[in-house]
DNA sequence: TATTGTTATACTCTATAACTATA
DNA sequence: TATAGTTATAGAGTATAACAATA
């Protein structure tokens, strides 16, 4: 179920081992050798998996390139969001509202706060866990990131139109359920 | 844009730095302080790479039960689907097709080849490349997967019934064109 | 006892690049 | 020169498990 971003899913037809039987050559003229054919997914492109799957990855594919130059990948601004809108939130709570493990939200918020984004601070009420802040340095990367990913949001639902839009995010709703 | 298949998104509430303003506390009668409160997803659920990648995790986690007695992977199960399909292409040509880079595929088909589910055999009209085959195990084992995977799409489906699921199919292709 | 943050390991996957043998 | 397959490395991410401090 991996997925590609490479429309031309074409090979020699030449390299088949039945590429049709004998008969079936005769009856469509013979091409150059070069000539190209398309492969045969095998109702691959059948399965929801596949398909959400390839999408998955074009749709990644255009977020990053349109925040390449701040170096942030959609797991950290996801962090900065979800940081920024609960100030003071704990570890364990973005790891349970994002579905990142514990111990890898430890390594990300490392460099989060390497780079001046995100800090720790004491907690008042549980001297166990961290409250999390970002830095105004953070506040104002969030605020450019927020632009590039809306210029990318108006992209992806340009390919939908706006029902469509609304459309697909309530089917792909239904199937986390 | 990390995903979460844990919908208990809460926390609690005492832990906010900026939980609302005093006011709002006042009116808002106090709970007790084990009160578990929803976190605020800052619009991260608007996005269409954050809905398409929660869909992913969640179909992909369904899919991996499914099989989880072969212990086949996903590209493993579309490398087995694709040489099924089209017997005697060539590396280079799944590669393209599903978008694995050719380095990785490589070793992903000698972990195939160890379970003699896939050969690699001499091709006649390229010296460099190898004709992919499925062993008669292979061919074996596809069947049954796709018996466990027929059951996974079924489950799916029936979060969106039979239109629903064809529109979706549709949607996520044109986010890929 | 359970939870929070941390550290570590193994594994999957992507990206990149070099290398060989063929074309 | 370009392509097919191989090998290697670095980085991101998942899954697990152990551990100390604290609840």
Redesign the interface.
């Known amino acids: 179920?991996?997925?590609?971003?490479?429309?031309?899913?074409e090979?020699d037809a030449?390299?088949?081992?039945?590429a049709g039987s004998a008969a079936d050559r005769a009856a469509r003229p013979r091409q150059r050798a070069r000539r190209q054919r398309a492969?045969?997914?095998?109702?691959?492109d059948?399965?929801?998996?596949?398909?959400?799957?390839?999408?998955?990855?074009?749709?990644?594919q255009d977020?990053l390139r349109s925040v390449a130059n701040t170096g942030i990948r959609?797991?950290q601004?996801?962090?900065l969001?979800?940081i920024?809108?609960?100030?003071?939130?704990?570890q364990a709570?973005v790891s349970?509202?994002?579905?990142?493990e514990r111990g890898r939200l430890v390594l990300v918020l490392n460099e989060l706060e390497k780079r001046g984004l995100a800090r720790r601070a004491a907690?008042d009420?549980?001297r166990r866990?961290h409250?999390l802040?970002l830095t105004p340095k953070g506040e104002r990367l969030l605020a450019q990131l927020n632009l590039s990913?809306g210029e990318?949001?108006r992209r992806?639902?340009a390919?939908?139109g706006p029902e469509?839009?609304a459309?697909?995010?309530d089917?792909?709703?239904?199937?986390?359920?």
Chains 1, 2 share one sequence.
Not at 1 to 9: C, F, I, L, R, Y
Not at 96 to 100: D, E
Request: aromatic fraction near 8%; proline fraction near 2%; glycine fraction near 6%.
């Open positions: 179920m991996a997925a590609t971003d490479d429309s031309s899913v090979v030449d390299e088949f081992d039945r492969i045969d997914f095998g109702g691959l059948t399965h929801v998996g596949y398909a959400v799957r390839r999408a998955q990855v074009a749709v990644f977020f959609p797991a601004f996801s962090i969001t979800v920024a809108a609960n100030p003071g939130l704990k709570d349970r509202a994002l579905g990142i907690s009420i549980d866990s409250a802040h990913i990318h949001e992806m639902s390919k939908l469509d839009k459309r697909l995010m089917l792909l709703r239904r199937l986390v359920d």
